[in-house]
């Protein structure tokens, strides 16, 4: 099974601060998904990244895929109270039997104070 | 666009009893995914279906059951429910079965007494 570990499990910032998320595992993955999920709604995706060393910047937002294709991270520049939510990374391979499978990081719960 | 429709949003259950979650996509998605988001949990891999007529386990299927009726509809079944069933449950679909982005529903509230 492999595992993600998302660090910070929970932050509080105020808006117009910098922030990064974490997301790490001993285990090699095809791809690394981001997503976002807001209170009472279904996480909704942001970026996919597949290729080791792989840098995608959304607006304010810059994801990175480790060289190894290991661990990713997600960095926030000049946070927004709209940023709020609930971060989740989530890592793609391949099974045995050819399907492709996402294993999911327990989260990251942002909060961006006015 | 509807996209993924998940029925009912809230159900609160006794232990023992029985129901069925149902999804619909209007997304012509070839796979379809039921989750389950538990705090400090994550979300959790009950079962799948890579294309209609097929479903496979995925890491909790203990206590479900799963039915893809059609290429639109993937149901989710309790038949005796508990409290460790207690949840919000994520349908989810996506085009193909080996890549891309998951399109999930609003989720289902439920609580088992």
């Known amino acids: 099974t492999q595992l993600l570990e998302q660090s910070p499990q929970f932050l509080s910032i105020q808006e117009g601060e910098n922030l990064t998320v974490y997301c790490n595992s001993s285990?090699?993955?095809?791809?690394l998904q981001w997503y976002r999920q807001e209170p009472g709604e279904g996480p909704v995706l942001l970026v996919t990244v597949v290729t080791g060393g792989e840098v995608k910047k959304l607006k304010r937002l810059t994801f990175q895929f480790g060289d190894a294709r290991k661990d990713s991270s997600l960095h926030i520049t000049a946070a927004q109270p709209g940023d709020t939510g609930l971060y989740l990374c989530?890592?793609?391979?391949?099974?045995?039997?050819?399907?492709?499978?996402?294993?999911f990081g327990k989260g990251t719960k942002l909060s961006v104070i006015p | 666009n509807a996209g993924v429709t998940q029925t009912p949003k809230f159900q609160v259950l006794k232990t023992g009893q029985s129901m069925t979650l149902q999804c619909a996509q209007d997304?012509?998605?070839?796979?379809m995914y039921w989750y389950r988001q538990d705090p400090g949990m994550g979300l959790r891999l009950i079962y799948y279906?890579?294309?209609?007529?097929?479903?496979d386990k995925g890491e909790v299927p203990n206590g479900y059951n799963v039915s893809r009726l059609n290429k639109r509809e993937f149901s989710l079944r309790l038949e005796s429910a508990a409290p460790s069933q207690t949840s919000v449950y994520f349908c989810?679909?996506?085009?193909?079965?080996?890549?891309?982005?998951?399109?999930f529903g609003e989720g289902s509230r439920l609580t088992v007494l």
């Open positions: 285990s090699v993955f095809s791809s």
């Open positions: 997304m012509n998605h070839n796979s």
């Open positions: 989530a890592g793609g391979t391949y099974s045995g039997a050819g399907s492709y499978q996402l294993t």
């Open positions: 279906s890579a294309s209609e007529g097929t479903t």
């Open positions: 989810a679909g996506r085009q193909s079965p080996n890549t891309g982005e998951l399109f």
